[in-house]
């Protein structure tokens, strides 16, 4: 029981509710000494992992083929990456939060809702996980992953790299606002620590943002999933527009961090006592 109440404790939301902003701890050596820290990294790992399998073979799979009306198309490959999302934030919600996303872990870490310990060693296990999962894609079809962009996200032509970042920014403030509306301790179901719901909003929130963004970078909202295939793919226009999808959903995240902490939910920067 131990155990698992530490992973409810630390894979929902350490701190509590209503903490003032800015005077959670950032540092906490004491996670360093528990297994269920480790775990939890590992369930980002592997849960980054198989999101990549998926998505990336849903967009070989488009690629491939010579009749768009043959394969999933678009609102597939939306549907791939919504439903994987929505599968995984169930399946790891209640031992590492569910994250799945560096622009994620960021905008959590920025409302203090996990410590800059586990932030960073969430967003190293994510990166390692794209990268295995896109590295296995490429290895059953080299050829066909070589050949159809490896699944790495650019800016379309006929955009602007500025259309690309303002369509990263808006796309993950869409997913972080998501996410904390959809783990807001208001709506928790009783006696759960985890709403039985919240990774059906998160996942389609995901669906619709692929919907609208596919056709501009390919939609990234995920700086772990860019990186992934754009290591694999390994080719300069991949690496050209890169930082696009980090900066813009760091900034993403950051923006729907503040306006969820500070205007939906009023919770102040410093302690009223």
């Known amino acids: 029981m131990e155990g698992k109440e530490e992973d409810v ?10 903490q003032p902003i800015g005077t959670a701890p950032l540092f906490e050596p004491g996670e360093l000494k528990s297994w269920s820290f ?5 369930a980002e790992f592997v849960a980054t992992f198989l999101f990549l399998y998926i998505t990336v073979l849903t967009v070989m799979g488009v690629s491939k083929s010579t009749s768009k009306c043959a394969t999933v198309g678009i609102q597939g490959i939306a549907w791939s990456f919504g439903g994987m999302i929505f599968a995984l934030v169930y399946c790891t919600a209640g031992i ?24 960073i060693f969430y967003i190293i296990m994510q990166c390692l996980g794209a990268i295995c999962g896109a590295g296995v894609v490429k290895g059953f079809q080299q050829g066909l992953y070589m050949g159809n962009g490896g699944g790495a ?22 997913l972080v606002y ?7 301790a208001k709506r928790n179901a009783r006696d759960s620590h985890v709403p039985i719901l919240a990774p059906l909003p998160i996942g389609f929130a995901v669906f619709l943002v692929h919907l609208a963004t596919i056709p501009i970078t390919g939609t990234g909202i995920n700086p772990a999933r860019s990186l992934g295939a ?16 980090w900066v813009g959903p760091f900034i ?21 006592s």
């Open 153 to 174: 996200n650019v800016v379309a032509p006929g955009y602007t790299k500025g259309d690309g970042l303002g369509a990263e920014i808006v796309g993950t403030f869409i």
């Open 178 to 184: 998501t996410v904390f509306s959809a783990t807001d």
């Open 9 to 18: 404790r630390l894979g929902a939301n350490k701190f509590s509710e209503r």
């Open 230 to 245: 754009a290591i694999i793919y390994n080719r300069d226009h991949a690496w050209s527009d890169h930082w696009i999808f």
């Open 252 to 272: 993403g995240a950051a923006l729907a961090a503040i306006y969820h902490q500070v205007i939906i939910r009023a919770i102040p920067f410093k302690s009223r």
């Open 38 to 42: 480790y775990r939890a990294g590992i």
């Open 96 to 119: 590492s939060g569910g994250h799945i996303n560096p622009a994620v872990t960021f905008g959590l870490f920025l409302a203090r809702k996990l410590s800059l310990t586990r932030a």
